[in-house]
Every structure is written in structure tokens, then in C-alpha cells.
T-cell receptor
């Protein structure tokens, strides 16, 4: 089954907008895309979830194009405390097989 | 708030020992999961359970077994620990939408297991 792909790392400065993209070519038709944030020595924490188009909550936006082969997590005006690893989670389907798949994670470092 | 707790934050065991990792959630969630997390590999699913006494293999079940005797508790068992099982182990639970919906998972703090 195909895996999800994320950039390994990204750097940004405080106050900037950060966009992290996850590619998932074989995403299951009716399943959601979910993003998590993880700080060192903690379990991942839910950020946002969406199925298509755009979803926005108090901390982030999620953009999903019509073909759903990728998704982009957008963090507006990042601060130092946003330094963390960000994971996308999708269900990948191939024939009758279904696989719950996390991306390998993107280490975001926010600089002062 | 959902709370998922794991029995130990740090654990050191010797090769060949039997290891039990316990996970408890307090939100009456049907689904529970065990992952391992390794540098560069992200989170990989070991086993999951969608009901008491039910279990399904994930991506990397070899060398592991699980037990779900009560709804709130999901145990991961390493029958004979090996050095390549040194890792961070994360437990999660989710609302009863089923695996197909990629429902929101709530994670515990993790157990860092070292096998010598």
C-alpha cells in the first residue's frame, strides 16, 4: 500500500504562516484526513480533521483539493510554542485492503 | 477531557523477558490502538481493538500480542523482548465510528521501552 509523504522538516519565523503538505495518493474514498501535533515526550494531539475543500478551527486550517491526493495544514502566525512534529493520518485503500497510515512527520521549528 | 494513561513512562527490560504495557482510557471509547514510534519511521500501528475481546493486527504485529478483557483497558504484550523492540510505545483510543472513518484518536503520553 502506498504511504503518505511529508517533508522531514521546516523552519519558520514567529508571526509567519506555515503550510505543511501531506501527499496520499491512494486515500480511501470516504475517509477523513486528520492532522496531529506532537511535542517531545508527549503523545500526539489532535489538531484538525477534514474530508474535502477547507476546514478551519481556532488553531489551524486544512485545505484538501478536489482529487484528495494531498492535504495542507496551515498554521497562521506561528509562535515559538508551535515548534513540534506534525503528522497527517489517512486511511489508504488498495483493492480490499485498508490501512490506517500516519505520515512520517514534519519537524517544524519556529525561530525568534 | 479524554484521558488515556499508560502504566509506565520509562521501562528497562532484558532480552527474553515478558513485558506488559498497560493502557487505560476513561471515555468509554470502543476503539483502542497500540503504536510504536521510531525516529524517521513515524507511528506504526501494531494492533487495534474495536471491542472487548476483539483484536486486529496492524502493520507490524510480529513479536507482539494484545489483550482487551475490559473496555477501558488494552494491554500490549511482548512475549520475549528483543533489542529491536526498543522504542516509544503509544496507546490511543477513539470514538466508536470505526476504523474506516479515521475517527479522532486520543493518545497517552507514551512508554519508552529499552530492551538490553
Amino acid at each position: 500500500l502506498a504511504k503518505t509523504t511529508q517533508p522531514i522538516s521546516m523552519d519558520s519565523y514567529e508571526g509567519q504562516e506555515v503550510n505543511i503538505t501531506c501527499s496520499h495518493n491512494n486515500i480511501a474514498t470516504n475517509d477523513y484526513i486528520t492532522w496531529y501535533q506532537q511535542f517531545p515526550s508527549q503523545g500526539p494531539r489532535f489538531i484538525i480533521q477534514g474530508y474535502k475543500t477547507k476546514v478551519t478551527n481556532e488553531v489551524a486550517s486544512l485545505f484538501i483539493p478536489a482529487d484528495r491526493k494531498s492535504s495542507t495544514l496551515s498554521l497562521p502566525r506561528v509562535s515559538l510554542s508551535d515548534t513540534a512534529v506534525y503528522y497527517c493520518l489517512v486511511v489508504i485503500s488498495s483493492g480490499s485492503a485498508r490501512q490506517l497510515t500516519f505520515g512520517s512527520g514534519t519537524q517544524l521549528t519556529v525561530l525568534p | 477531557d479524554v484521558k488515556v494513561t499508560q502504566s509506565s513512562r520509562y521501562l528497562v527490560k532484558r532480552t527474553g523477558e515478558k513485558v506488559f504495557l498497560e493502557c487505560v482510557q476513561d471515555m468509554d471509547h470502543e476503539n483502542m490502538f497500540w503504536y510504536r514510534q521510531d525516529p524517521g519511521l513515524g507511528l506504526r500501528l501494531i494492533y487495534f481493538s474495536y471491542d472487548v475481546k476483539m483484536k486486529e493486527k496492524g502493520d507490524i504485529p510480529e513479536g507482539y500480542s494484545v489483550s482487551r478483557e475490559k473496555k477501558e483497558r488494552f494491554s500490549l504484550i511482548l512475549e520475549s523482548a528483543s533489542t529491536n523492540q526498543t522504542s516509544m510505545y503509544l496507546c490511543a483510543s477513539s470514538t466508536p465510528l470505526g476504523l474506516e472513518d479515521t475517527d479522532t484518536q486520543y493518545f497517552g503520553p507514551g512508554t519508552r521501552l529499552t530492551v538490553l
